[in-house]
């Protein structure tokens, strides 16, 4: 069965520091992984995803992530935090065609420190 | 206006009551979810609906029914509702590679 882990529950980052969030995944084939946030009071919104091809992947906000095959990890990064990133951050594994495949993670809450 | 919108956006209930959420979406998209979340446990699906005839049972269904009105329409109920029903409830929909999300329903059952 496919799954998703977040080690870090919560993490703690000054304004201007790097950021880096970390996502194990297993899956039996070759994953669709994705990275959700969701800011206080809202919905979770998509920072980017992974299906094939460069395993360096861009999204909205400054955000990267690095598909990791060898060691089965799909890292969040972003090299300069803002105060605005505050939010809880979402892997998520599964087989594209819908998301009734897709199993979440259970998150990491980021605080972020003047 | 959201792409998703959930309605009520917060609401208290007794034990053994029943309750509605609604979700409508503007996305034009055929696939609509709903989940719930826990502290600490993510989001669990808890059903999923292809089109208007397609309903299907997600990790977590019992207690819970759903009613896909429209295409852009897909409530969850809660038949008689119990206090480990207290969660937040979101709705989706997806594309083939992106799910929209709506803002969240707190439920609260008392």
């Known amino acids: 069965a496919q799954s998703v882990t977040q080690p870090d529950i919560h993490i703690t980052v000054s304004e201007g520091a790097s950021l880096e969030l970390r996502c194990n995944y297993s899956?039996?084939?070759?994953?669709?992984l994705f990275w959700y946030v969701q800011s206080p009071g809202q919905g979770l919104q998509l920072l980017l995803k992974?299906?094939?091809?460069?395993?360096l992947v861009q999204g909205i906000k400054g955000f990267e992530a690095e598909f990791k095959r060898s060691q089965s990890s799909f890292n969040l990064r972003k090299p300069s935090v803002h105060w605005s990133d505050a939010a809880e951050y979402f892997c998520?594994?599964?087989?594209?065609?819908?998301?009734?495949?897709?199993?979440f993670g259970t998150g990491t809450k980021l605080q972020v420190i003047p | 206006d959201a792409d998703v919108t959930q309605t009520p956006r917060n609401r208290i209930t007794k034990t053994g009551k029943r309750i509605m959420l609604e979700c409508s979406q503007t996305k034009g998209h055929d696939r609509m979810y709903w989940y719930r979340q826990d502290p600490g446990l993510g989001l669990r699906l808890i059903y999923y609906s292809f089109d208007v005839k397609d309903i299907n049972k997600g990790e977590i269904s019992d207690g819970y029914s759903v009613s896909r009105q429209a295409q852009a329409k897909f409530s969850l109920s809660l038949e008689s509702a119990i206090p480990n029903q207290t969660a937040l409830y979101f709705c989706?929909?997806?594309?083939?590679?992106?799910?929209?999300f709506g803002q969240g329903t707190r439920l609260t059952v008392v």
């Open positions: 998520a594994v599964g087989a594209r065609g819908g998301y009734q495949k897709v199993t």
């Open positions: 992974y299906f094939s091809g460069d395993t």
């Open positions: 899956y039996g084939a070759t994953p669709y």
């Open positions: 989706a929909t997806s594309g083939r590679d992106e799910a929209f």
